[in-house]
């Protein structure tokens, strides 16, 4: 993508005569029409689905109440597992779920959520009571309820291979155990598959606060001996074991980052991994954290600067990756990102509750994009949270569920979930507020597996319309159409009493001499696919 702006580059002497002038060349890009161009002779990797994945960790309202009532609920249920939400998830063919944590994994033991539960605390999140009614099989009927795949966390800080190597046992043997026949007593004779493995959750802070050779140790050990005994997953459908990974670019994550790589480029027989895990949220100021609600442009502008960051956090440990992997066999998998601001007023903080408005439906746009970009080793992530919890994409309040601006985009983007990349090119222009500088437009492009191209446009400008053109000659095509989404505001939520204010509303574009053009509204993310009207 062409990131140097004329308009970039003009600053400079720009600023020699003053902010008036500034303002009016402003003004002139808002207005200039963006061109795009489509390259589907260069078609690049495929677009991982698991860039799609969502987290559910045992925190406030994520899985009690998100997804568990317990099956003598009011709420419509199907086993203990709500209706409502369950619809609304298998919309999104979320490719896989995380699970039970975050900080929680690592303090969770799996056998107090089997069979008769054992009443337990939460001391991570509010100190609350944990009943362990979701456990094992109810998390495993809840992601085949939705058609999703597991994605375990095992407990690395305060467990011990012996347990998590039981876990697995207990979950995936086809063979009669002592494991798999409790498995079958407590109602599920056949194994059940986990497709990819967390080896502990941020180990180098909640998770056990280790260095990363004393993490590294742990990694071994537990790759070695938690096995997946899935006859189904053996081979190249064998289980993805995830290693922890950084949680930043300052030196201490870089040397996280190379210790791991370093020892798996030199492993012996005995271990193995597929995956590095990153963790970024974009917050500002974690002591006093911006609001999710009532903000003004700056905080819109201010947010949307600081989650472009993901961008050079994902270039900066692929580079360390490639130094050890450069047929990139190891995915790099942002298993925990999104927005954290401070907790509504009146919920408990320890419940991280926080509304979800236009800005993040872009902020989600901007990241996925950059994921997809970097679609050869980013193969997998996890937006925090699914439910109730930070970005998520359903918020519920006893019976009622209401679906956030962030559900709409995960929406629209379900086309690209394994589509072949293909390159886009552009000059996304500037939006400014104040002394912030972001590129305008952002894109990416896709074909899906019948061959139909998917295009999606984000218009960052909260003010102004962008006139949108894409070279798409060569291409087939001679009309557009898809869904966009924007707002009044740029604080604009959706709630139990205002469900729609954040919709997706039809959108098509004409397409005339190999050139499509489109209009995007302000503050905007955009999906269309280009075909042929009769
Ligand atoms: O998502 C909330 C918490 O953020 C997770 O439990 C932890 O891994 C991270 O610090």
Request: hydrophobic share 40%; glycine share 8%.
């Amino acid at each position: 993508m062409v990131r140097s702006s004329p308009i970039l580059t003009k600053f400079a002497s720009i600023l020699i005569f003053g902010s008036l002038i500034l303002f009016l060349d402003l003004q002139v890009s808002a207005q200039v029409k963006v061109q795009l161009s489509v390259d589907t002779f260069k078609p690049g990797p495929k677009i991982n689905r698991n860039i799609f994945g969502q987290f559910a960790e045992h925190l406030g309202y994520g899985v009690y109440e998100g997804i568990w009532v317990g099956p003598d609920s009011t709420i419509p249920n199907t086993r203990g597992i709500r209706n409502d939400v369950v619809a609304a998830l298998k919309v999104l063919r979320v490719p896989n779920v995380r699970w039970p944590g975050g900080c929680f994994a690592d303090e969770y033991h799996w056998r107090k959520g089997i069979g008769s539960r054992a009443v337990t605390l939460n001391p991570n999140w509010g100190g609350v009571v944990e009943p362990n009614t979701f456990g094992t099989h109810e998390f495993m009927d809840f992601i085949d309820q939705i058609g999703s795949e597991a994605y375990l966390s095992v407990n690395v800080g305060s467990g011990t291979p012996q347990e998590a190597a039981e876990w697995l046992e207990y979950l995936t043997t086809s063979q009669p155990t002592t494991l798999a026949k409790e498995r079958a007593a407590n109602g599920h004779p056949p194994p059940y598959k986990i497709p990819m493995l967390g080896i502990g959750n941020e180990s180098w802070d909640c998770g056990g606060n280790m260095t990363p050779e004393y993490y590294l140790r742990q990694l071994t050990i537990y790759s070695r001996f938690v096995r997946n005994f899935n006859p189904t997953q053996q081979g190249n459908d064998q289980m993805q074991k995830i290693a922890v990974g950084p949680g930043g670019g300052e030196a201490r994550w870089t040397e996280w980052t190379d210790t791991i790589m370093k020892a798996w480029e030199k492993r012996q027989w005995s271990w193995d991994m597929q995956g590095l895990s990153m963790h970024n949220y974009t917050v500002i100021n974690w002591e006093n954290k911006f609001a999710s609600v009532g903000f003004a442009e700056k905080e819109y502008a201010q947010i949307l600067k600081e989650t472009l960051k993901m961008e050079d956090l994902v270039t900066t440990h692929s580079a360390i990756m490639d130094k050890y992997d450069p047929a990139k066999k190891i995915a790099l998998v942002v298993d925990e990102w999104g927005s954290w601001y401070a907790p509504l007023p009146s919920s408990n903080p320890g419940f991280l509750v926080q509304q979800n408005s236009i800005r993040d439906a872009i902020l989600a746009a901007l990241n996925l994009n950059i994921f997809a970009r970097h679609a050869e080793r980013v193969r997998g992530a996890n937006i925090a949270q699914m439910i109730n919890v930070l970005q998520a994409m359903i918020m519920t309040d006893k019976e009622k569920m209401v679906l956030t601006p962030t559900y709409h985009v995960f929406k629209m983007y379900v086309p690209f979930q394994d589509a072949t990349f293909i390159p886009v090119t552009f000059n996304p222009g500037a939006y400014r507020n104040g002394d912030i500088i972001l590129p305008r437009i952002d894109a990416i492009a896709a074909k899906d597996a019948t061959g139909k191209l998917w295009l999606e446009l984000t218009n960052v400008d909260p003010n102004n319309i962008a006139d949108i053109e894409v070279n798409v000659s060569g291409i087939n095509a001679n009309t557009a159409s898809g869904e966009t989404l924007t707002a009044p505001r740029v604080d604009s939520v959706n709630t139990f009493e205002a469900p729609n204010t954040v919709t997706p509303k039809p959108i098509t574009a004409k397409i005339q001499n190999g050139k499509l053009t489109i209009k995007l509204d302000p503050k905007s993310v955009t999906v269309i696919s280009l075909g042929n009207a009769k």
